[in-house]
């Protein structure tokens, strides 16, 4: 009786509670509404490359979760942690080319700063639930 009492309180992790995965989407969503404001060429140029690596976080973390495979998972999760190291060159590119204030840079840069860290929590925990 009681593993079945267990198994009926048994949580699954959704999506929506990787705490990786909700910070890299809302940021992605702010860079977006940042860059859709810019003019014609610093859109087409740099900004198209920014919000494409800064969507790539959340969307590998996304596509890694949904993975059956460990090492399929963990792939996703080193290329989205990845990305927010090209995340930071564009966000510097954005701050010393004058598309974005000294504020938003540093809520961006803060953010990206913060998210290895969390990738790499969401790597560790794949690594030990996961057999295979």
Not at 111 to 118: H, I, M, T
Request: include cysteine.
């Amino acid at each position: 009786m009681n593993s079945q009492n267990e198994n009926e309180e048994k949580k699954y992790l959704k999506l929506n509670d990787v705490e990786a995965y909700k910070v890299a989407f809302h940021l992605s969503n702010y860079v977006w509404n940042l860059v859709v404001e810019w003019q014609n060429f610093p859109k087409d140029t740099l900004g198209k490359q920014f919000v494409r690596a800064i969507d790539s976080i959340s969307a590998n973390i996304a596509e890694g979760f949904g993975r059956h495979h460990k090492n399929d998972k963990i792939r996703f999760f080193i290329i989205a942690r990845a990305s927010t190291k090209e995340c930071l060159d564009w966000n510097e590119k954005a701050k010393v080319r004058k598309l974005i204030d000294e504020d938003k840079y540093k809520h961006i840069f803060s953010q990206l700063n913060d998210l290895p860290r969390n990738i790499n929590y969401l790597i560790k925990i794949t690594k030990q639930k996961l057999s295979e």
